[in-house]
């Protein structure tokens, strides 16, 4: 979750957190990394879901 509050001015926002991530060995020897992120939308209107669209 943010830390900071977002205002109603700078909304419609798409906000992009990163969950974690890692690193998987494959069997050929290569590395892989991993990377989990969470996408947020944050619409304040009326019809918040025809303003996040």
Do not use: H, Q, W, Y
Not at 5 to 12: G, K
Not at 38 to 45: E, F, H, K, S, V
């Amino acid at each position: 979750m943010p830390s900071l509050p977002i205002t109603r001015e700078a909304s419609p926002a798409l906000l992009v957190f990163s969950k974690g991530d890692g690193i998987a060995a494959n069997t050929t020897g290569v590395m892989d990394r991993v990377l989990t992120v969470r996408l947020m939308a944050i619409a304040r209107d009326e019809n918040g879901f025809d303003t996040a669209d």
